[in-house]
């Protein structure tokens, strides 16, 4: 079948301009158009009032007001949105008869939303906490949605149990705390409890949880899903998001001070880039399997709580996501997008994975009573580009104007329309899979290994990962208060590696539970046998799996980066201005912080604009810091307590630092070990190009520097 083509420049945009208002330079009116005299004053009853009942500007302005916030997301509350396109690289028809996924000439727009998960939507963007990822593809057969995660993978395996873990990692009922964090009772009270959450806790507890930026995150479909063909056959899919920037996070001990900073690190450095043009970008990519391999893996495909290892089946990149526009407005654009991962087109579909069928439900459902009705698809970031025919009617705050006398099928005064598809005109059609079963509430035994892809996991992971791994468990369960949790935690950990329970307990004070550890499962049926929900570990294919670590990710470039530039009053401008512009035609971001605002002086006289100053910002929201050379300007910063500490910061947060001529006294100054033999190695350059310096930020982390040990900063 030939598919639809859209042009290039086809866009969302385009179809949202009809909704768009911009009341610059126009006169200011009621919500009926009249044209309002006085925005200042209520109408009073003389000038000491007291106020009308009749001032129906101030009523209708008072009410918009009194109702303008709807419930916040039931999970994900807290979320950053963008536009962008999606280009596919080749077509994919042995695979999948989406248009989108066929088309080379047809740009996609999407809609993309990043978010935390426990937190509030005020809350801060630097929790701990997987990370959203979800892609709304207006493509001409329907939306699609991807909703996805930053982790491949989920805390449980079935639908029912979704209340019960966002309950548990919620802020507590009683307190209503802690925001934002996973680190309390009733969360490591319910994962020691579901041993089938071992393998989420592991990616949980790592980096990946508090990544540099939403542009340096991977993205998952987690579920496996099936692409049909033109021919009905399916094949199944797990989908990939690769980012061009590499994967990286940073260090827990700075994603805390960020979060005070600046809660909204991760929503400006978004919305930074793509007003910069630094587009952020990412390859779609699928693992693809044969229908007849499903039960090749020592695993169950339809497990949500397991990965398909890369070397197991390659990720094929076929396209790419570019996210190049801010929205309008956060509330039309953002707050009220709706995903749902059940928005599907023809070539796509469903499995039987229990966690995905339950979602299924779920989506529809909240957004009727987030946004308050059955018509949130006609909200313009809802709409799709392809037209909608169909006899829903009426319903709160409808916006279509459906003429004709029917809204029924069949009928026969409109000629039956709107009309069903057949499957060659794209009508939608399910996979026909064969079912032969009893209606039971079960769970197969093929889900119960909780603990191989665990282990397979932190085997996977560098030296300087588990050690974060080690501290972020230590962190977490150190914040627990009821010691069995912490001990029960525990055996689950020996189950993952004796290792890692070992140093764990070291941290909590506590030893590992002696004797062969068996983890039992508390998520058991009240007439279940226990031993049919017993936990097994089997054994891994693989001892480890490259693509698990952030280690090798791509480190080729600066671009979007942000560089703090330490200095002041007769700073050598020279070295200063050649610096930054080499920095910046790398694509970086150089910024001047300096001990009061305004512009400062250089030594022959020239005015520098000052972006910052050591008040308004700090060493933690930068990537990378230099100190040009400049008598004088050293001089003040060397009195400047909050300076040193900005170079003491970025050493002990491992990014690179350059202090050039009298510059490097700074670093004298500071407690960074520049005797060290290896400090230049280590990314602290004294007196080298910028060109140097660009190759050390391009590393994002010189994590080896945790080793010998932490400065204080
Ligand atoms: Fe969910 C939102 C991702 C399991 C129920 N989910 C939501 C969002 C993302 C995910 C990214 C935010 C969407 C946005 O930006 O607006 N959810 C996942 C992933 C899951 C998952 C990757 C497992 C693989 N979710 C899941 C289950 C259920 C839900 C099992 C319920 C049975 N999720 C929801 C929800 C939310 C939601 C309550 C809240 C706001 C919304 O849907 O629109 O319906």
């Given amino acids: 079948m030939k598919k639809p083509t859209v042009p290039k420049g086809s866009s969302k945009k385009e179809d949202l301009i009809p909704d768009t208002s911009d009341g610059t330079g126009k006169l200011l009116t009621t919500n009926q158009g009249l044209k309002i005299n006085d925005d200042q004053n209520s109408l009073k009853a003389g000038e000491r009032g007291a106020t009308l009942l009749e001032d129906f500007i101030l009523r209708e302005k008072i009410t918009h007001f009194d109702h303008e916030r709807i419930p916040e997301r039931i999970v994900h509350a807290r979320g950053s949105g963008t536009h962008g396109v999606f280009q596919l690289y080749k077509p994919q028809s042995a695979y999948t008869k989406a248009g989108f996924l066929n088309d080379t000439n047809i740009e996609t727009p999407v809609f993309v939303r990043f978010s935390t998960v426990a937190g509030s939507r005020g809350s801060t963007d630097l929790a701990r906490d997987v990370r959203g990822f979800s892609v709304k593809f207006y493509t001409q057969e329907g939306i699609y949605d991807l909703v996805g995660n930053n982790m491949p993978i989920f805390f449980i395996q079935d639908a029912i149990k979704f209340p019960d873990l966002v309950h548990a990692v919620k802020p507590e009922p009683n307190h209503e705390m802690p925001q934002a964090a996973s680190a309390h009772d009733t969360f490591w009270d319910f994962i020691s409890l579901m041993p089938e959450s071992t393998h989420m806790v592991m990616w949980l507890m790592s980096d990946r949880a508090i990544p540099r930026s939403y542009r340096m995150m991977e993205g998952f479909g987690v579920h496996t899903f099936r692409l049909i063909n033109e021919e009905g056959k399916s094949h199944f899919v797990k989908f990939h998001w690769k980012p061009l920037l590499g994967v990286h996070s940073v260090a827990w001990n700075e994603a805390q001070k960020i979060s005070g900073n600046d809660p909204d690190f991760h929503r400006r450095d978004l919305w930074e880039a793509i007003e910069a043009g630094a587009f952020p970008e990412w390859e779609l990519g699928i693992q693809v399997i044969p229908e007849e391999d499903e039960h090749k893996f020592d695993f169950d495909l339809l497990d949500p709580t397991k990965l398909v290892p890369e070397e197991l089946v390659p990720v094929q990149r076929i396209g790419k996501m570019t996210l190049n526009r801010n929205p309008d407005n956060f509330f039309a654009e953002t707050e009220q997008v709706a995903f749902h991962p059940g928005h599907i087109v023809p070539g796509i579909d469903?499995?039987?994975?229990?966690?995905?069928?339950?979602?299924?439900?779920?989506?529809?459902?909240?957004?009727?009573?987030?946004?308050?009705?059955?018509?949130?698809?006609?909200?313009?970031?809802?709409?799709?580009?392809?037209?909608?025919?169909?006899?829903?009617?009426?319903?709160?705050?409808?916006?279509?104007?459906?003429?004709?006398?029917?809204?029924?099928?069949?009928?026969?005064?409109?000629?039956?329309?709107?009309?069903?598809?057949?499957?060659?005109?794209?009508?939608?059609?399910?996979?026909?899979?064969?079912?032969?079963?009893?209606?039971?509430?079960?769970?197969?035994?093929?889900?119960?290994?909780?603990?191989?892809?665990?282990?397979?996991?932190?085997?996977?992971?560098?030296?300087?990962?588990?050690?974060?791994?080690?501290?972020?468990?230590?962190?977490?369960?150190?914040?627990?208060?009821?010691?069995?949790?912490?001990?029960?935690?525990?055996?689950?950990?020996?189950?993952?590696?004796?290792?890692?329970?070992?140093?764990?307990?070291?941290g909590l004070g506590l030893e590992v539970p002696s004797g062969p550890q068996k983890p039992v499962n508390h998520g058991v049926p009240a007439d279940a046998d226990q031993q049919k929900y017993e936990p097994v570990k089997g054994k891994s294919t693989l001892k480890s799996s490259a693509a698990l670590s952030m280690k090798d990710t791509p480190k080729d470039t600066i671009k979007s980066r942000k560089i703090a530039i330490l200095a002041t009053d007769g700073v050598n401008g020279t070295e200063l201005n050649a610096y930054k512009k080499a920095l910046e035609a790398a694509g970086a971001m150089a910024k001047i912080v300096a001990t009061h605002n305004g512009h400062i002086k250089d030594d022959a006289g020239k005015m520098l604009k000052v972006d910052f100053t050591f008040l308004t910002t700090a060493s933690v929201l930068f990537d990378a810091v230099y100190v040009p050379g400049g008598k004088k300007s050293v001089a003040a910063l060397l009195t400047e307590a909050d300076a040193i500490h900005f170079v003491e910061e970025a050493f002990r947060h491992c990014k690179a630092i350059a202090a050039n001529a009298d510059g490097v006294q700074l670093l004298e100054h500071s407690k960074i070990p520049l005797k060290d033999k290896n400090a230049a190695q280590n990314g602290v350059l004294l007196n080298k190009t910028a060109r140097d310096f660009e190759e050390a930020i391009k590393q994002h982390r010189f994590w080896e520097r945790e080793k010998p040990a932490k400065i204080p900063a």
Avoid: C, W
């Avoid at 059955?374 to 409808?398: A, C, K, L, T, W």
């Avoid at 603990?451 to 990962?465: D, M, R, T, V």
């Avoid at 080690?470 to 208060?481: N, P, S, W, Y």
């Fill in 350 to 506: 469903f499995t039987n994975d229990p966690l995905l069928q339950g979602r299924l439900f779920s989506y529809t459902d909240t957004q009727l009573s987030r946004l308050g009705g059955p018509n949130f698809h006609e909200i313009p970031i809802n709409r799709p580009i392809s037209p909608v025919y169909n006899n829903q009617r009426d319903g709160h705050m409808r916006q279509t104007i459906d003429a004709g006398r029917t809204s029924y099928q069949p009928n026969s005064i409109n000629g039956n329309s709107p009309l069903q598809a057949k499957v060659s005109e794209g009508g939608f059609s399910s996979y026909q899979e064969r079912i032969d079963a009893k209606k039971i509430r079960e769970r197969s035994r093929s889900f119960f290994d909780h603990f191989s892809q665990a282990s397979l996991f932190y085997n996977s992971q560098s030296e300087i990962e588990k050690n974060h791994l080690v501290d972020a468990f230590r962190f977490e369960l150190g914040k627990v208060e009821i010691e069995e949790i912490r001990k029960r935690m525990l055996g689950i950990l020996t189950q993952v590696d004796a290792g890692l329970a070992k140093r764990v307990a070291e």
